[in-house]
């Protein structure tokens, strides 16, 4: 039984997101998550394999609006405001070692030894990353409009707003910020920098969670993107990691009057004529609401807990167009704490070259042989994120893929770090299928839906549908497969909520 008017499927941060947000504004919420720990992605899970393994994130943080909105501090989250270091390993064996500070002296010499050229031109380029990466916040933070409709209180009035920003940023800017969302990474750092493994290392950050290589179009935008979720080039951190963000979170819906069940999977949203009912748990259990926000991804949610009998064709035909396509995979690896690999994030990508070779696998259904890497520590604790891992083996299985996963992503880190090997005692690894097995990610796709050209803005999930509504009367979606998604930022959860109180 329940008195919620709401229900939320999924805790993971959108999920909570929305919940905090509905609560504060006085609605009953009820959150319902199939794992036994709120948190989504940033919490640890046990595999099917019976390991268990941490969150999947060194670090994450969310817009400050929504801290400041939802009284995050009060709830015990602060934001690491130190310029974390972003540390590139180099071809030659050496590293470059980046602070995402426009006038930080040793980034400066750092690169001033690889070009006195480039050294001049680091201080615009950041500058202008970080206004770039403003606008687009701004633009995920704007309600998109279904279009073609455009209702002109709700759609235009923001949506002129939005261009204003634009305007405002100056010729030069704006038609870099335009240009640049659909140019390659190598065609954005190359018209920035000359020396290739500065190029390499911020092409990196470009790639990483999507897939998609140095060379593809509209890496120019995941860069911008993801330099937005970061802070810059590196991880930042809050109070208590990723779990200190989801436990303020928790306690913001909570103490707002909001409610929260754990283990409790949603096997069905209920729809009767087009109108939602509410959700028949995994249980058998069935819960009634007149109103049903999911967080899980979009195609999960429409084709799996709706189903295609309930909705337009041409809408399901559409959903299941959503291209979701996970190459992540990640390392869990404990060392004796003398692996020598540098504090900060740590990234193997020593040329443009080999960022796209990595990515090439993905187009022959295999794992990368040489891997592009993202590595963060905790003391004797390493994590390993590896691109590319390919949902979709052609001629293998994960199963028995695993051990060679492992081999190659600790043989890459050692060739750059030759001690960490001899430091390795135990690994635990996630491939794409754990991803969807246990974090319920469809194919394994972190963001809940590429973040390609054609699937960002108002197309996010679908053209038409950037709204946070669905064809079923009631039904809401505010996960990360929506527009402001994916990773961390808590913005299409903040503005399902908007979408949803404004009525
Ligand atoms: C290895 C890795 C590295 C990443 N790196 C970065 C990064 O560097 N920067 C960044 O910003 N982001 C990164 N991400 C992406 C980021 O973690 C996700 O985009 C984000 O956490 C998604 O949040 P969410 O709340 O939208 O969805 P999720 O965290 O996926 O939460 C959805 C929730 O819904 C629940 N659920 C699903 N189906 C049901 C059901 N039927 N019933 C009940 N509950 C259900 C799930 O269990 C889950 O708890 C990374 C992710 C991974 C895996």
Not at 212 to 227: E, P
Request: charged share 20%; with cysteine.
């Amino acid at each position: 039984m329940t008195n919620a008017e709401i229900l939320i499927v999924g805790a993971g941060h959108n999920g909570l997101v929305t919940a905090a947000y509905l609560a504060q504004a006085g609605k009953k919420v009820l959150v319902l998550e199939q794992r036994a720990t709120a948190g989504g992605q940033l919490a640890g899970a046990t595999l099917a394999s019976g390991a268990t393994v941490p969150g999947l994130h060194p670090a994450g943080q969310l817009r400050p609006v929504i801290v400041k909105e939802l009284d995050l501090a009060r709830h015990g989250l602060t934001m690491s405001a130190a310029d974390a270091a972003y540390v590139s390993a180099l071809p030659d064996g050496g590293s470059l070692r980046l602070v995402s500070s426009a006038n930080d002296v040793a980034t400066i010499e750092a690169i001033r030894r690889l070009s006195p050229r480039d050294a001049g031109c680091w201080p615009e380029f950041v500058g202008f990353m970080n206004r770039a990466a403003a606008f687009l916040d701004a633009a995920y933070s704007t309600t998109m409009p279904r279009l073609p409709k455009i209702e002109l209180r709700w759609d235009g009035l923001p949506l002129a707003s939005l261009a204003l920003k634009l305007r405002r940023m100056g010729g030069k800017d704006m038609f870099r910020v335009m240009r640049s969302l659909s140019m390659s990474a190598v065609e954005f750092t190359e018209e920035w920098f000359e020396s290739e493994p500065i190029n390499a290392a911020i092409a990196g950050v470009a790639i990483h969670g999507v897939t998609l290589g140095s060379m593809s179009a509209g890496t120019g935008f995941t860069l911008i993107h993801n330099w937005l979720n970061r802070g810059g080039l590196a991880h930042r951190t809050t109070t208590g990691g990723p779990q200190g963000l989801t436990d303020a979170l928790v306690k913001a819906v909570l103490t707002n009057g909001g409610e929260i069940r754990t283990g409790a999977g949603v096997a069905q949203i209920l729809v009767e004529h087009q109108r939602v009912l509410g959700v028949r748990l995994e249980s058998g259990e069935e819960l009634k609401a007149s109103t049903v926000v999911s967080s899980a991804d979009p195609r999960r949610t429409l084709l799996g807990l709706v189903g295609a009998p309930e909705l337009p064709p041409e809408f399901v035909w559409q959903t299941q167009s959503i291209r979701m396509r996970g190459s992540v995979a990640k390392l869990f690896v404990q060392t004796d704490g003398r692996h020598r690999l540098p504090e900060g994030t740590v990234a193997i990508a020593p040329t443009l070259k080999y960022l796209e070779r990595a990515y090439d696998s993905t187009k022959y259904g295999e794992m990368s042989q040489d891997p592009y890497l993202e590595v963060t520590t905790s003391g004797a604790d390493v994590m390993v994120h590896v691109q590319f891992a390919t949902y979709a083996l052609r001629n293998a299985d994960w199963g028995s893929m695993r051990p060679e996963l492992e081999k190659r992503a600790i043989d890459t880190l050692a060739l750059h770090f030759p001690a960490f090997k001899g430091s390795v005692q135990s690994v635990q690894s996630i491939t794409p299928v754990d991803l969807e097995q246990t974090w319920g990610l469809t194919e394994g796709d972190l963001n809940h839906g590429q973040l390609i050209l054609d699937q960002i803005f108002f197309m996010r999930p679908l053209p038409g549908w950037s709204n946070h509504r669905t064809p079923i009367d009631g039904l809401y979606l505010c996960g990360s497969g929506l527009h402001g998604g994916g990773g961390i930022s808590g913005t299409p959860g903040r503005n399902a909520a908007r979408a949803l109180l404004r009525g």
